[in-house]
């Protein structure tokens, strides 16, 4: 009796099976409307990265047709965007006719040799005799043409030096210059170990030692001591 009670008892009041179907059908609905929003909000996104990106193109292109300017054409000359086999001109040329050229941007330059003492014993910087400031750069105008900023140009030039390894190291290895501090050391000491001793009476228990032409193992040369010409009388033509 108490298991088919409580099987009724559950059945009718906690686990209900229709309320449990309406559940899981709002529960897919509302799923439903979620995904439905994230979708929305995806392409949303999407639209505003592409519009950003088209108008990023859009100011570099601008940017590009301000700096190229100098390629605009003329009554005379036609420029590289106007080609006189198309039936009409370039994109390009079109934005260079409605862009205005770059100005010359006026940078002051800091001299990197200013409020610097100078190193006169190592001689590393150049003297600096005044503290004033720098004259400040003469008002003119760019020049038309592909040229670089002047301030780019001045920085590049004072940039300070970086040498390489190749330069920074010696040219010898510490074996060459053990060798030659040990070639300087032989040169100089002295060549033998015969201390000379100038006294009369030191040397005279010395025996002579002869020079190699003279203490050969064949005898003695005669060469310099009895004649000084080779005779073969042998080979004479006449007696004398």
């Known amino acids: 009796i108490q298991k088919r009670w409580r099987g009724y008892y559950v059945r009718k009041y906690i686990h209900n099976y229709y309320a449990l179907k309406k559940y ?16 929305e909000y995806t392409e949303m996104r999407e ?30 000359i036609a420029g590289i965007y106007n080609s006189p086999f198309r039936k ?17 941007r006026r940078q002051q330059i800091k001299s990197p040799f200013a409020y610097e003492l100078y190193d006169w014993p190592t001689c590393t910087r150049p003297p600096t005799f005044s503290t004033e400031q720098p004259l400040p750069p003469i008002g003119r105008q760019k020049p038309q043409g592909p040229f670089r900023d002047t301030a780019e140009v001045l920085q590049q030039r004072y940039k300070p030096l970086e040498p390489t390894l190749r ?36 040397h005279k228990n010395e025996k002579y030692d002869p020079s190699i032409h003279r203490s050969g193992k064949y005898g003695q040369e005669t060469y310099g001591i009895k004649h000084f010409r ?11």
């Open 24 to 39: 899981l059908e709002a529960i897919s609905v509302h799923n439903e409307i979620v995904r439905n929003e994230l979708q």
């Open 47 to 76: 639209n505003e990265e592409k519009k950003k990106d088209l108008e990023k193109k859009e100011k570099e292109k601008k940017y590009q047709a301000r700096k190229m300017h100098y390629l605009l054409s003329t009554e005379q």
């Open 88 to 104: 009409s001109p370039d994109p390009m040329e079109l934005l260079l006719r409605k862009s205005k050229p770059l100005s010359h």
């Open 167 to 202: 330069v920074a190291a010696s040219i010898n290895s510490p074996l060459e210059k053990a060798r030659e501090e040990m070639k300087r050391e032989e040169w100089r000491n002295r060549i033998h170990d015969n201390e000379f001793l100038p006294f009369s009476s030191y």
């Open 230 to 240: 080779e005779v073969q009388p042998k080979k004479w033509v006449a007696d004398k």
